[in-house]
């Protein structure tokens, strides 16, 4: 089954997953001298932001590996969980 066909996490049933990513950079916050974050002048903030995505996705409910969405495979464990699932429908 390729990544791509999940609708939800065969784990907890969210309809969410969230990608591990690795980020380089600085930023540059905009600061007031009552030290509170300038949020007007913020909005490119990250724009600087070298990050790198490497497809590893997690469910953001209850963070279990589903797998790489960019090479389109699910994990070892969700493929067991879809065949368990889908076993104890059809018997």
């Known amino acids: ?13 969210s309809d969410m997953f969230c990608e591990k990513q690795k980020v380089k950079g600085y930023i540059y916050p ?9 949020g007007v002048h913020n909005e490119d903030l990250y724009d600087s932001i070298d990050v790198i995505y490497n497809g590893r996705a997690y469910c953001c409910q209850c963070k279990q ?18 065949k368990s699932a889908y ?3 059809n018997s």
Do not use: H
């Open 87 to 89: 076993s104890r429908e």
């Open 65 to 82: 590996y589903l797998g790489n969405y960019i090479d389109g495979t699910i994990s070892k464990a969700a493929e067991k969980k879809i």
């Open 1 to 13: 089954m390729p990544f791509s066909e999940l609708k939800e996490c065969p784990f907890c049933g």
């Open 30 to 38: 905009n600061m007031r001298f009552d030290g509170k974050e300038d």
